[in-house]
């Protein structure tokens, strides 16, 4: 696929979720410039997203530019709207004038978010987990990025039913999640399954403590999605006294070490949430062997979130759970859910 025709497809998904966003990925497939910008993208990486995050990022930072007032995430409910005014000037001229370092961020930067609202798919995934074995839980994350959604224990939960609110975890948590649920009722106890240690796993993991890491931890949120914005500034607020330990390095080859520091009676579930889709068909084989691989002398859980490449509605994720074995990869879809967590759809046959 051309640059260009990776900006147009861009634009196209971005329809109806971000109109900011959108109108800027048809305007760069257009500009030969900006285009040659987006070139500085390394390869396997996605330009348009690496390219809008790194020029988010410096209006985040601070820098004083009229393209400012198009994003929500910085001048609030000010912004103008991009479907009343030709912002496309303002953009070439800001990415021109700070070439050198947008260079920089996209070639060093990677996509990697944070969606903390996957949490809300999460919670009742662990409390299933949780009701099938002895002892609290030692998660390991696959693709942590900043690792905030392995403290989901430290955050308050509102699950919306037709018959009205359910609110679990943390009471006075400043992260509020909120979830649709439909479907049958999913596990939801009051208080959150317990966490006796937490790690993640992520080719550049982000320092939530670090002021660089966590601005463009921020920038990957797109402009118009507030709640998601203040959603994140609250997670990080309440993870950074006490952050989990990250691991850098490919997670399936570092998995092995990461579990093996583990206690052998302590049982372990290994997750991830949008990341399968990200690897070839060879290290989707290889991370399934690898389970299986250390289910051999412990127990051993996979609770896994990803879009299947090529469904065709990539907006409804499916959420595995798997007692994971010698014998393999048996596993059973318990839900689907929103890409940010917005809603759940509980569909765990009952046991």
Same mark, same amino acid.
């Given at each position: 696929?051309?640059?260009? @025709?990776?900006?147009?497809?861009?634009? &196209?998904?971005?329809?109806?979720? $971000?109109?900011?966003?959108?109108?800027?990925?048809?305007?760069?497939? +257009?500009?030969?410039?900006?285009?040659?910008?987006?070139?500085?993208?390394?390869?396997?990486?996605?330009?348009?997203?690496?390219?809008?995050?790194?020029?988010?990022?410096?209006?985040?930072?601070? =820098?004083?530019?009229?393209?400012?007032?198009?994003?929500? $995430?910085?001048?609030?409910? =000010?912004?103008? +709207?991009?479907?009343?005014?030709?912002?496309?000037?303002?953009?070439?001229?800001?990415?021109?004038?700070?070439?050198?370092?947008?260079?920089?961020?996209?070639?060093?930067?990677?996509?990697?978010?944070?969606?903390?609202?996957?949490?809300?798919?999460?919670?009742?995934?662990?409390?299933?987990?949780?009701?099938?074995?002895?002892?609290?839980?030692?998660?390991?994350?696959?693709?942590?990025?900043?690792?905030?959604?392995?403290?989901?224990?430290?955050?308050?939960?509102?699950?919306?039913? +037709?018959?009205?609110?359910?609110?679990?975890?943390?009471?006075?948590?400043?992260?509020?999640?909120?979830?649709?649920?439909?479907?049958?009722?999913?596990?939801?106890?009051?208080?959150?399954?317990?966490?006796?240690?937490?790690?993640?796993?992520?080719?550049?993991?982000? @320092?939530?403590?670090?002021?660089?890491?966590?601005?463009?931890?921020?920038?990957?949120?797109? !402009? &118009?999605?507030?709640?998601?914005?203040?959603?994140?500034?609250?997670?990080?607020?309440?993870?950074?006294?006490? !952050?989990?330990?990250?691991?850098?390095?490919?997670?399936?080859?570092?998995?092995?070490?990461?579990?093996?520091?583990?206690?052998?009676?302590?049982?372990?579930?290994?997750?991830?949430?949008?990341?399968?889709?990200?690897?070839?068909?060879?290290?989707?084989?290889?991370?399934?062997?690898?389970?299986?691989?250390?289910?051999?002398?412990?127990?051993?859980?996979?609770? $896994?979130?990803?879009?299947?490449?090529?469904?065709?509605?990539?907006?409804?994720?499916?959420?595995?759970?798997?007692?994971?074995?010698?014998?393999?990869?048996?596993?059973?879809?318990?839900?689907?859910?929103? !890409?940010?967590?917005?809603?759940?759809?509980?569909? =765990?046959?009952?046991?």
């Amino acid at each position: 696929m051309s640059l260009r @025709d990776e900006f147009t497809e861009f634009a &196209e998904w971005c329809d109806g979720t $971000s109109p900011l966003y959108a109108r800027l990925a048809r305007g760069v497939a +257009d500009d030969p410039d900006l285009l040659a910008v987006a070139d500085a993208v390394p390869e396997g990486r996605p330009a348009p997203h690496t390219l809008f995050a790194a020029v988010h990022s410096l209006l985040l930072d601070g =820098a004083d530019h009229e393209l400012r007032e198009w994003y929500p $995430s910085v001048v609030g409910d =000010a912004a103008h +709207d991009p479907a009343e005014a030709d912002l496309m000037p303002a953009f070439v001229e800001f990415v021109l004038a700070h070439e050198t370092r947008v260079r920089e961020l996209v070639a060093t930067r990677r996509t990697q978010t944070n969606a903390v609202g996957r949490c809300s798919a999460l919670y009742p995934a662990f409390a299933r987990v949780a009701a099938r074995v002895d002892g609290p839980l030692a998660l390991v994350e696959v693709g942590t990025s900043a690792g905030l959604n392995l403290c989901f224990d430290r955050y308050r939960y509102r699950y919306e039913t +037709d018959a009205g609110v359910r609110t679990v975890g943390v009471d006075d948590s400043p992260v509020r999640i909120d979830c649709a649920l439909r479907g049958t009722d999913p596990p939801l106890p009051a208080d959150p399954p317990t966490v006796a240690s937490r790690v993640g796993i992520d080719l550049n993991p982000l @320092d939530v403590t670090d002021d660089a890491d966590l601005n463009w931890l921020r920038a990957l949120v797109w !402009p &118009e999605h507030v709640d998601r914005h203040d959603q994140l500034a609250a997670a990080a607020e309440v993870v950074r006294p006490d !952050p989990p330990r990250l691991v850098a390095g490919d997670a399936i080859d570092r998995l092995p070490a990461v579990v093996a520091e583990l206690p052998n009676d302590r049982p372990v579930c290994v997750y991830d949430t949008q990341v399968l889709y990200q690897l070839g068909e060879a290290q989707r084989d290889r991370y399934r062997a690898v389970l299986v691989e250390l289910a051999a002398d412990r127990e051993l859980h996979w609770v $896994s979130g990803s879009h299947v490449v090529g469904q065709p509605d990539e907006g409804t994720i499916p959420l595995r759970h798997t007692a994971v074995s010698r014998d393999g990869l048996d596993g059973t879809t318990v839900a689907h859910y929103e !890409p940010h967590g917005r809603w759940l759809e509980w569909i =765990a046959p009952e046991e």
